[in-house]
């Protein structure tokens, strides 16, 4: 199980994120939106460990993540908002590295590699270093490091970012074949998206949760098919 209870980020007198609770079940794939500067990214890097709260707490199977971190990353995956960093190591040699940080060995280490590879389609780019791919190539790089221990939990900040139409429905079909007793969180501004994977969805704004309902109650807050819409309403 993920449970966020309380969780709070304050810089200075302004509150980025505002006392923020929930909590996911395996076979829930969480939806979290909101407008630009709502606090999606500053709580998923909260809830991976990347960011350590003003306030409140992430467990993730169990594990709090200021109290026990290398616990509770052993079972998640998170995808950062933007690319993967170390731009100078080829493909092959990045997800080399995450397999040996995830301590990866023998042959189910060889067998997630070529799995994730394949999932992503980096065959073609796998002697290339990252900082020479396409934008869409190093995110599905990101989502590859993600999910090559396959985690129990898997937070992943705008997973499709950057994918052109045909890439976006590839790693859509991904996070559905992996969802069922999975807990995923992904943030994203497209309400199709939320549709084609979510089951559920919480909207974020001034820090604070003021939407947690199905896609398809979502759905009918916006006849327009634009999020932008509906977070003009919620947070009128
Ligand atoms: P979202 O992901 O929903 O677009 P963010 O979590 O990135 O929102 O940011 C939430 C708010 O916190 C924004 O107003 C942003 O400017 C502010 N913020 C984020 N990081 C910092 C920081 N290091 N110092 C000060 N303010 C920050």
Sequence with gaps: MLEITNLTKRYGSFTAVDNVSFRVQPGEVLGFLGPNGAGKSTTMRMIAGFLSPTAGSA????????????????????????????????????????????????THRSERLQKVIGQLQLQAVLEQSVET???????????????????????????????????????RTLINAMAPGKIIVISTHILEEVDAVCTRAIILARGRIVVDETPQELAARAPSGRLDDVFRTVTA
Excluded: W
Excluded at 87 to 98: A, N, P, Q, W
Excluded at 99 to 105: H, K
């Design 59 to 106: 467990r993730i199977c169990g594990h709090d993540i200021e109290d026990e971190p290398l616990q509770a990353k052993r079972c998640m995956g998170y995808l950062p908002e933007g690319a993967p960093s170390y731009g100078e190591m080829t493909v092959r040699g990045f997800l080399d590295f995450i397999a040996d940080i995830r301590q990866l060995t023998g």
């Design 133 to 171: 791919l396409s934008k869409g190539f190093r995110r599905r790089v990101g989502v590859a490091q993600a999910i090559l221990h396959d985690p129990q939990v898997l937070i992943m900040d705008e997973p499709t970012d950057g994918l052109d139409p045909n890439q976006k429905h590839e790693v």
